[in-house]
């Protein structure tokens, strides 16, 4: 059974920089696709970043150029580094995983179906 853990949320002034980590564990999968959500109040959950084991990545229109999305090495471990933060960043932030899929639906929520229980990120003002 797959489990994901988030983490490195907070508190933060516009401007600033957070480092989201998401521990994944019982995958079983030879390959992934591996996405960054995020859902704001009263808000659809909207895919943020994906990278796949071919190596691609495909960022959403807001945040290229601020977020940077990773994997250590022969780990498990999937990064969100979040800079030049701003207001409208502030959501729940959630990871997720599933077998490779085509990077045009990486991204969206509906092409995967496990999720943790996310991680708070708050951007003032």
């Known amino acids: 059974q797959v489990h994901l853990v988030e983490s490195g949320g907070g508190s933060v002034q516009a401007g600033g920089s957070l480092r989201l980590s998401c521990a994944l564990s019982?995958?079983?999968?030879?390959?992934?696709?591996m996405t960054w959500f995020r859902q704001a109040p009263g808000k659809r959950r909207e895919g943020v970043a994906t990278?796949?084991?071919?190596?691609?990545?495909i960022y959403a229109d807001s945040v290229k150029g601020r977020f940077t999305i990773s994997k250590e090495k022969d780990t498990h471990i999937l990064r969100l580094q979040m800079d030049s933060l701003k207001p409208e960043d502030t959501a729940l932030y959630y990871c997720?995983?599933?077998?490779?899929?085509?990077?045009?639906?990486?991204?969206?929520?509906?092409?995967?179906?496990?999720w943790g229980q996310g991680t708070q990120v708050t951007v003032s003002s």
């Open positions: 990278l796949d084991h071919f190596g691609n990545t």
């Open positions: 019982g995958y079983t999968g030879i390959t992934y696709s």
């Open positions: 997720s995983v599933r077998p490779y899929v085509v990077p045009s639906l990486a991204l969206s929520e509906n092409s995967f179906h496990t």
